[in-house]
């Protein structure tokens, strides 16, 4: 199992920045994407970066040239630069990350939600 704790979240101003961080421990060896999402109306996420373990890196069109995905395997930490923030930019980012488990004696690909920290953007 994977356990995942988010920091970082916070009120700022429009045109400041945040980083997010979000910490694994556990099964940290099966680690494969991290990513972090919002979610949206219908209880689905969206997309805002992502990042694989060899290092390629996926952006939503909004957060492309202002936010920045990092991530340090030593630490099993993710990190989300995220410069130039708006007010579209506010909502609840959830760090997710898929590993490799072992569910019934089969390996499975599982996903684990972070608690989600909250980003306010004022205008």
């Known amino acids: 199992q994977v356990q995942l704790v988010e920091s970082g979240g916070g009120l700022v101003q429009a045109g400041g920045s945040l980083r997010l961080s979000c910490a694994a421990s556990?099964?940290?060896?099966?680690?494969?994407?991290m990513g972090w999402y919002r979610r949206v109306p219908g209880n689905q996420r969206e997309l805002v970066a992502s990042i694989n373990s060899a290092g390629f890196t996926r952006y939503a069109d909004g957060g492309k040239g202002r936010f920045t995905i990092s991530r340090d395997n030593a630490e099993n930490t993710v990190y989300l630069q995220m410069n130039s923030l708006k007010p579209e930019d506010t909502g609840v980012y959830y760090c997710?990350?898929?590993?490799?488990?072992?569910?019934?004696?089969?390996?499975?690909?599982?996903?684990?939600w972070g608690q989600g920290t909250r980003v306010t953007v004022s205008s």
């Open positions: 556990g099964s940290t060896n099966t680690i494969l994407d």
């Open positions: 997710i990350v898929d590993y490799l488990g072992i569910v019934d004696g089969r390996d499975r690909y599982l996903e684990v």
